[in-house]
């Protein structure tokens, strides 16, 4: 079995490799290459007659029996291996044997660079080492900094956790910090503000909903009591719907197993949370921090105060134009130039039963000429992986840097809290957004690389007899008689 390796496009590739199956086993296609052939045979018939020296029509004669014989009649199975999604191989059988030698040779090759250095970067000691959750072959351009981004704006879903949450922030824990039943300074760089809230002032009180809907009123701590008994359903479904999101080609299981390492080890990498902090309290402290800034934004509202409500949608407008456009820059390193990437691999494979047709009309160099030119496409396109982990690893190191400065208190201690949540969140999209420029760079850096490769050894060669000539080798001296 000749196995091609896809990076988040084994169903379209499947699909495809079906397709050429399909069409080089049917009678219509047949009858075309039939067509074509009698084409070429007159056109070689011509040739021949007016210049038989040349040879014309035998060297088309040899160049369609070696088409046939090699390209389009022996079959063979293909198995369409996800690097990505973690599905079982999907098996194609009746695949013509030109197509998937070609995809089978490239894709390995470049299956087995990337696998290369995607390993030497895990096993790098110190901080230079790259968790294999970070790696580009399993999840893309920078996804701790996905990660990071996504996680920062997660909000609690319940609209009636939600509710009562800001209720009682406002209700209590703002007065708590006025009167200094909570610190404001350690409340502010605390990387855990939900257990600071844990112990309100009891003469104070909020509201509550219960199932059926209907309102209570109860003391801070029975809130307390209460909404901590709800909250770890609500920190589930939001890591269901995270890890949907960031593992879209996962199945169901393998995504919700997976997201709880992944953001564990993005936030370890960049030294935003040690590694007692699991992927459920830094979800729970995003989450109620968003709450917090949530609270100062609606209770201006509530309270009928205009100056708060400007100050708020102005200070939310500034955010978002911001971050806008690294916003924009950075889908196109996550989305854009993958999809790119496989929509010329699936195209590639698709001409292959016109690039034989258009073979048959050809002869000797140009046939080879022809059939280089397609591989040559081929080996372009697997030259993306390898040059993406490289530039993966690159700006995830220099992302751990930048992201553990913005996460410093400026006492020397790291944390995500009230005070470095915006500047963590800012920097992790700045980030994606120089990546993606530099992402646009690996095509046309794979390009001249393989159009180097092609021109080195003629221009080498001509080198060499060019240096012949201006340094002949010495004259050998015969030895004297004695």
Not at 159 to 186: A, E, K, Q, S
Not at 251 to 257: D, E, G, T, Y
Not at 436 to 454: D, Q, T, V
Request: hydrophobic share 50%; aromatic share 10%.
């Amino acid at each position: 079995m000749w196995e091609i390796y896809a990076y988040q496009n084994a169903d379209s590739l499947f699909g495809i490799f079906n397709a050429a199956a399909t069409i080089h086993g049917s009678g219509d296609y047949m009858a075309a290459v039939a067509a074509v052939a009698f084409c070429g045979f007159i056109a070689a018939l011509v040739a021949y007659a007016f210049a038989p020296e040349k040879l014309q029509g035998w060297k088309w004669l040899a160049t369609v029996l070696l088409v046939f014989s090699v390209l389009i009649v022996p079959r063979v199975t293909v198995g369409v291996v996800d690097k990505t999604g973690g599905s079982a191989v999907k098996v194609v059988a009746n695949v013509p044997f030109g197509v998937a030698f070609l995809g089978s040779v490239t894709s390995t090759v470049g299956h087995t660079l990337t696998g290369l250095f995607e390993t030497a970067f895990q096993v790098i000691p110190g901080v230079g080492a790259l968790p294999s959750e970070l790696s580009y072959e399993k999840n893309g351009l920078m996804f701790g900094n996905r990660l990071i981004r996504e996680t920062g704006g997660v909000a609690f879903q319940d609209p009636n956790f939600r509710t009562d949450l800001v209720n009682f922030i406002h209700n209590c824990t703002m007065y708590d910090l006025i009167d200094g039943t909570v610190d404001p300074g350690t409340f502010s760089s605390s990387d855990d503000v939900w257990a600071l809230m844990a112990s309100p002032n009891p003469a104070r009180f909020t509201t509550l909903t219960s199932a059926g809907g209907s309102i209570t009123v109860d003391t801070c701590p029975n809130a307390y009591t209460n909404l901590n008994g709800r909250l770890p359903a609500q920190l589930t479904r939001i890591q269901g719907k995270l890890a949907f999101q960031l593992n879209p080609t996962l199945p169901a299981a393998a995504a919700n197993a997976a997201i709880a390492g992944q953001i564990q080890q993005a936030y370890l990498k960049n030294s935003i949370a040690t590694a007692a902090a699991t992927a459920a309290d830094l979800i729970r402290q995003n989450a109620v921090l968003n709450a917090i800034n949530d609270t100062s934004n609606i209770i201006g509202q509530k309270v009928n105060d205009p100056a708060a409500m400007v100050l708020a949608v102005g200070r939310a407008q500034s955010v978002a134009q911001q971050n806008a456009a690294w916003l924009n820059a950075g889908k196109v390193a996550e989305q854009a130039l993958p999809v790119f990437r496989n929509v010329i691999e699936a195209i590639t494979y698709a001409l292959f039963p016109l690039l034989v047709l258009l073979m048959l009309l050809t002869s000797g160099r140009e046939t080879m000429l022809a059939f280089k030119g397609y591989a040559a496409v081929l080996i372009w396109i697997q030259l993306w992986p390898p040059l993406y982990a490289v530039l993966n690893y690159m700006a995830s190191i220099y992302a751990a840097y930048d992201l553990a400065a913005a996460a410093d208190l400026g006492s020397g201690a790291k944390a995500l809290s009230l005070q470095t949540a915006s500047t963590i969140y800012s920097r992790a999209i700045s980030g994606e957004a120089v990546v993606g420029y530099l992402a646009i760079s690996i095509p046309f850096i794979a390009w001249a690389a393989l159009k180097r490769m092609e021109t080195l050894a003629p221009r080498w060669w001509a080198v060499s007899r060019a240096c012949s000539r201006w340094w002949p080798a010495p004259r050998q001296v015969p030895p004297r008689a004695i």
